[in-house]
């Protein structure tokens, strides 16, 4: 484990408030596990394909129901049917069909590839905390002006609420960078597809109730 994290609280124009938070070593600190990170973003890739690719075989394309030709006399080798994989509109030979690329990952192993994510954000100076704040009305602009007070305009960032707010998460639904969770539900995927992770105040309990 590496030693205690403090971090300086910024308030939403991008100054020091004051306060400072310290990341507890045991979700922020621990040594990090690369392969248990490739496992579960691997299952949570996997978990998002459909899997609904098809192709017909020579049973369900339509047609072929008597032979093309007759067997013998005109020099062309034998055919049974039209639909044959040989012939254009035919079926598919060994094409692909419906299944599930469904994976599994337990969960001490999802456990440890949160806090590992969340470590190697950390010691690359990639977890910024700020004040909570809300907004009154659905608006986009004072939250763009946010992320700009805090330097993240440019930068894709990860914002971690407590709890789920409709207005914030549709005030900053249309700035392309931003992806809003709350902390209980980001994935490992979530947060390494991130440049930064910018996480509320109160939503370090959240992460500390559910990684603790």
């Known amino acids: 484990m590496f030693e205690a994290m403090e971090l300086k609280v910024l308030n939403t124009g991008g ?19 690369e ?11 996997a978990n998002k394909r459909q ?45 692909p069909q419906p299944h599930t690329y469904e994976q599994k990952v337990n969960r001490k192993v999802k456990m440890l590839a949160r806090r590992s994510a969340l470590t190697a954000k950390a010691l690359a100076g990639m977890i910024v905390v700020v004040e909570d704040f809300r907004f009154e009305n659905i608006k986009t602009k004072p939250f763009a002006e946010i992320l700009r007070n805090l ?5 894709k ?3 971690l609420t407590p709890e789920y707010d409709m207005i914030i998460a549709r005030s900053g639904r249309n700035i392309e960078a931003l992806n809003i969770m709350t902390a209980d539900k ?14 509320q105040k109160t939503a370090l309990k959240k992460i500390e109730e559910t990684l603790g």
Not at 55 to 79: D, H, I, L, M, W
Not at 186 to 199: G, N, R
């Open 15 to 33: 100054k020091e408030t004051g306060e400072t938070v310290t990341l507890r070593d045991d979700i922020f600190g621990v040594e990090v596990s």
């Open 35 to 45: 392969h248990a990170m490739y496992l579960d973003v691997k299952a949570i890739l």
């Open 51 to 95: 899997g609904t690719h098809k192709s017909k075989t020579r049973a369900e394309v339509s047609g072929g129901g008597r032979k093309p030709f007759r067997q013998k006399g005109t020099g062309n080798a034998r055919q049974g049917s039209s639909r044959s994989p040989l012939h254009v509109g035919g079926g598919t030979i060994h094409g």
């Open 151 to 155: 330097g993240l305009s440019e930068k």
């Open 157 to 159: 960032t990860l914002l």
């Open 186 to 199: 980001a994935s490992t995927y979530d947060i390494l597809d991130s440049h930064t992770v910018l996480v």
